[in-house]
C-alpha cells in the first residue's frame, strides 16, 4: 500500500470545497460538514499509517 504524491492535497482540496458550499447552503450542512471532516482525516491517518507499517515491515 502506497499513497500517491498529491493525494493529500486532492482531498484537502475537496474537503475545502465541500465547506464552502457547506458555507454557502447554510447552517445544517455544517454539521454534516464536520463529519465529512472527521471522515476524512480518519481515512487520511488509516491509508498513512498502513503505509508507514508496510513501509517498516518491507524494510
Known sequence: MSVQPGTTGRLATAVVVVECVAVLVGGGAVVV????DTVVVVAAALVVGAAVVVGAAVV
Open 33 to 36: 460538514t464536520v463529519v465529512v
